[in-house]
């Protein structure tokens, strides 16, 4: 069955560099989800989208921007990285109203280094 | 505000029974997640449970909620050493669409 996608796998930036991420859903799917897991930390929620309107909104940095697109993919923008922003970052998607459960498959993340 | 907590690790003998505890503070929580995250790896959903259920039972793995004292658990039989991993609970309350994860357990297996 086909996962969320997530590119780059990898990607090293330097400090006050930008970086964009992407996130593919599953096919049919109308949610995508960001979150952010710091060195042995747990995931942590950025900010989610349904059907291209901004859902929810968590730890967010400002510097950070995101949307989905009309074919449901989402960019996650990272500006004036910062060396805290080195992390793993997930991209989830579910189907809303699939029986109310919402449930999120997570993508592979993408690995960002910040020098 | 809401909250997950686990123990951080857990070491049993292959073979042997693994439970995993975790609590949560949000009353409103509507879906409860285990999640498995090998070395390096992504995270995978290996079950959930509906907040009006007590018991879910898949294969090897059962989970018990006990939604009066916010009490989850996740027990793997026969342990593997293909089990060996970080095991993430997360609830989900009815007004948000966010997961809150706990901290996740470090299972490690001994021969």
């Known amino acids: 069955a086909a996962g969320v996608i997530q590119s780059p796998r990898h990607l090293i930036k330097e400090k006050r560099e930008t970086a964009t991420l992407k996130c593919y859903p599953i096919?049919?799917?109308?949610?995508v989800y960001w979150y952010q897991q710091g060195p042995g930390q747990d995931p942590q929620f950025l900010i989610s989208f349904y059907e291209k309107m901004q859902s929810d909104k968590g730890s967010i940095p400002d510097r950070f921007s995101a949307q989905q697109f009309s074919d449901y993919h989402s960019e996650l923008n990272m500006s004036s990285l910062e060396l805290g922003d080195s992390a793993l970052y997930f991209c989830?998607?579910?189907?809303?109203?699939?029986?109310?459960?919402?449930?999120?498959?997570f993508g592979p993340g993408t690995r960002l280094t910040v020098l | 505000g809401e909250d997950v907590e686990q123990s951080l690790f857990l070491s049993v003998r292959e073979g042997d029974s693994s439970v995993i505890n975790c609590t949560y503070t949000?009353?409103?929580?509507?879906?409860l997640y285990w999640y498995k995250q090998e070395p390096g790896a992504g995270l995978q959903l290996l079950t959930y449970?509906?907040?009006?259920?007590d018991m879910k039972q898949d294969q090897r793995l059962t989970v018990l909620l006990n939604k009066k004292d916010k009490h989850l658990s996740l027990r793997i039989a026969d342990t593997q050493t293909g089990d060996s991993a970080i095991y993430f609970c997360a609830e989900r309350g009815s007004s948000a669409s966010k997961i809150i994860f706990g901290s996740g357990t470090r299972l490690s297996i001994r021969p």
């Open positions: 949000d009353s409103s929580s509507t879906y």
């Open positions: 096919p049919r799917h109308d949610t």
């Open positions: 989830a998607s579910s189907l809303s109203g699939t029986g109310g459960t919402d449930t999120q498959y």
């Open positions: 449970i509906f907040s009006n259920m």
